[in-house]
């Protein structure tokens, strides 16, 4: 069945009718339909078989159907045929535009293009003159005709780059300047050449082709801008040359042999370059030095001369100055007008072989010029050291040896270095040339062996022998020393291994070795110590518990500070305040002190009323500590200093005086009575001597 697509008239469409050949025509027969779509979009009318399309279809969206339909028994639903399968195909309508689906469209062609899909309308279309067009595209269906439909697009054509145009420089010639002391690989300018074309196509390399300053200049690319960077190669020297002329070109990297014919793709232009005269530091004549000297030169010799030369027109005068960071001893002193070097101590090549200083040299006119030079100074050797022992020898007879036995075998050493090594002499001293016990003899590896003349050395004889030996080098003047070597007598077993070199041990008794000699001493020395210990506890324990120092009263002493009105003066001061609160309970415990006996505490006196007499009060205290057994038998000191207030004769102390002892007058001390006459007499008798 078929049935065109969006369709949509006031009645649902009739798609086909469905008839079995077992239907009489009477309404026992009922149509079924299943399948897809069946009850939404196609309905069948269960009495005539008729099909129709509720719903408007789209091809675009589904282009057939299919169903099954099936005829049954209207009253019992059972089937009487077998299900039958159709398919119901929609007819397409130009109802769609043709459509551009990736639109707009995007499209480059080479400049100077001549075919493609979309041909140019114009030759040798040039990017530099215009990069981009914009086309717009019609398409209809229906090849055209009336009734059909259209859709449009838009196409950006984009002209890709060619290398269709050399680089230029943006002038012919190019002026710097630079200072003759500009470090090395410093860019002292820039030059373009400018390419029309992009990308790769613009990319150029640049080079010196000619010019007075070839290997003093060189030239790089800069890979971000396409400049060219002119740099320094080797230094400048304003006195010697003032300016170079160069010809630089700037050529194309990549070129496209199809636009060979537009004409080489390069250009050139004349860089000048000026060199500009800079104050420059002093030059030493040579960039290091290597003096020599004997270490015997004499003070203030002349060991050497450095030089150096103002490179300037200006030519300023120079001075020169040893760094003395790098000559802490000042070993060494330097003419500031001309650089000689001369020797300021004494120098030892055996202490210091080399010693390296640092020479400056400054302009005159401007202080701030300044270079440096490294002078190495080298120490030559003279003989000026005596040979002597490699080391302390102490050589080892055995008592048994043998006559020509070898005792020692002795080295020499020498600070010295002589240029032909080494070459002692041994001998021994003109007294002991017949020494009637020992010889020497010389070895060919410049050592001395010491032998013995005899046997029977004893040591209870003799213990120690003494040999001295004169060691003498090859050099000029020749050196010596002597070295005396110590021989001491042992007691050897029968192979010749040293036992023992002391000759106590043929005296010690039979049977006791050293270390049980050293034993039995360690115990006399302890048993002496614990002795000593034990009389010095003793004595510690016998002496007195009570300390008889007559200054140490503890807290026996009370200081009262208070001045008072005298002897007269009753009411001033409560007397109250000097009762001890222990003593009215009669217990007067001792803190300074443990007691060994315990007493029982003693019934006191009543307490001392307020206001009695101080005699009386100090007479209670006194019996009290008389009384008292648990007292030590040292006295208590109390002192009591208050003077209390309204003293007819005021206060005797002098802190207070404003003059001196010459200034008083002490005639008013007869005025007080007969207590201070006698110190009035005194005083009288003062003044009249100054008088007098």
């Not at 040299?361 to 005596?386: C, G, Y």
Request: glycine share 6%; hydrophobic share 35%.
């Amino acid at each position: 069945m078929f049935v065109l697509e969006e369709f949509s008239g006031p009645e649902p469409i009739l798609v086909g009718r469905l008839h079995t050949d077992l239907d009489p025509g009477s309404s026992k027969i009922k149509y079924i339909l299943s399948g897809d779509g069946a009850g939404t979009i196609f309905v069948i009318n269960d009495k005539t078989g008729d099909i129709h399309a509720m719903k408007r279809l789209d091809r675009e969206e589904k282009a057939e159907y299919t169903l099954t339909a099936q005829a049954v028994d209207r009253d019992t639903n059972q089937p009487l045929e077998p299900p039958s399968e159709f398919i119901i195909k929609v007819q397409d309508i130009n109802d769609n535009a043709p459509e551009f689906v990736d639109g707009p469209y995007h499209a480059t062609v080479p400049e100077m293009s001549v075919v493609a899909i979309i041909k140019t309308a114009l030759p040798n279309m040039d990017r530099e003159a215009k990069e981009e067009y914009f086309v717009v595209i019609q398409a209809k269906d229906m090849g055209g005709h009336m009734g059909g439909l259209s859709g449009t697009t838009t196409v950006t054509i984009t002209l890709t780059d060619v290398n269709d145009n050399p680089p230029k420089f943006a002038q012919s010639l190019y002026h710097f300047s630079v200072m003759e002391d500009v470090a090395l690989g410093e860019a002292i300018g820039r030059v373009k050449a400018n390419d029309l074309d992009i990308g790769e196509n613009a990319k150029s390399s640049y080079d010196i082709i000619e010019g007075d300053g070839m290997d003093v200049f060189e030239i790089t690319t800069d890979d971000q801008t396409q400049d060219g960077i002119i740099r320094v190669r080797k230094p400048l020297d304003f006195e010697t040359k003032k300016s170079y002329t160069l010809k630089v070109e700037a050529a194309n990297v990549h070129i496209d042999p199809r636009f060979m014919s537009g004409g080489p793709f390069k250009d050139t232009a004349t860089v000048k370059i000026v060199v500009e005269d800079a104050d420059e530091p002093p030059v030493f004549s040579s960039p290091a030095y290597l003096l020599e000297v004997h270490e015997n030169a004499a003070i203030n010799s002349v060991i050497g001369q450095v030089t150096a030369y103002d490179p300037d027109v200006s030519s300023s005068p120079i001075r020169f100055s040893i760094d003395r960071h790098t000559d802490l001893e000042r070993q060494f002193n330097i003419n500031a007008e001309d650089g000689k070097i001369t020797l300021a101590t004494p120098l030892d090549r055996e202490t210091n072989l080399w010693h390296n200083i640092t020479i400056v040299a400054t302009e005159t006119s401007n202080p701030l010029q300044v270079s440096r030079v490294p002078v190495a100074i080298k120490v030559l050797d003279v003989n000026d050291n005596a040979p002597e022992f490699a080391s302390e020898h102490e050589a080892f007879l055995c008592e048994n040896g043998k006559p020509g036995q070898v005792i020692q075998i002795v080295s020499a050493v020498d600070k010295d270095d002589p240029k032909n090594g080494h070459y002692f002499l041994y001998s021994l001293l003109p007294e002991m040339v017949n020494n009637p016990n020992f010889t020497i003899k010389k070895n060919e590896d410049n050592t001395l062996s010491i032998l013995a003349k005899h046997s029977g050395f004893s040591r209870q004889k003799q213990e120690v022998y003494l040999l001295p030996i004169i060691i003498s080098d090859s050099g000029n003047p020749p050196m010596s020393s002597t070295s005396t070597l110590t021989i001491r007598v042992c007691g050897c077993s029968s192979d010749g291994i040293v036992q023992s070199c002391n000759v106590e041990a043929y005296v010690l008794p039979i049977g006791l070795s050293m270390g049980a000699l050293i034993a039995i001493l360690a115990c006399i020395i302890l048993l002496l110590v614990i002795v000593v210990l034990f009389v010095t506890l003793r004595r510690h324990k016998n002496e007195p518990l009570i300390i008889k120092d007559d200054e140490d009263v503890r807290e026996n002493i009370i200081r009262y500070d208070d001045e008072g009105g005298g002897e007269e003066d009753t009411e001033a001061f409560d007397i109250a305040t000097l009762q001890n609160p222990d003593g009215i309970n009669g217990f007067l415990p001792r803190k300074d002190i443990k007691p060994d006996l315990q007493f029982m505490p003693r019934q006191g006196l009543a307490p001392v009323p307020n206001g009695v007499d101080v005699d009386e009060f100090i007479n209670v205290r006194l019996h009290e500590a008389d009384n008292d057994p648990t007292a030590p038998p040292y006295d208590s000191i109390q002192i009591y200093g208050y003077e209390g207030r309204g003293s007819a004769a005021g206060s005797l102390s002098s802190l207070e005086s404003s003059t001196s002892d010459s200034d008083q007058n002490f005639d008013y001390l007869s005025e007080w009575g007969p207590r201070f006459k006698r110190l009035g007499e005194l005083y009288s008798v003062g003044e009249s001597d100054k008088e007098t």
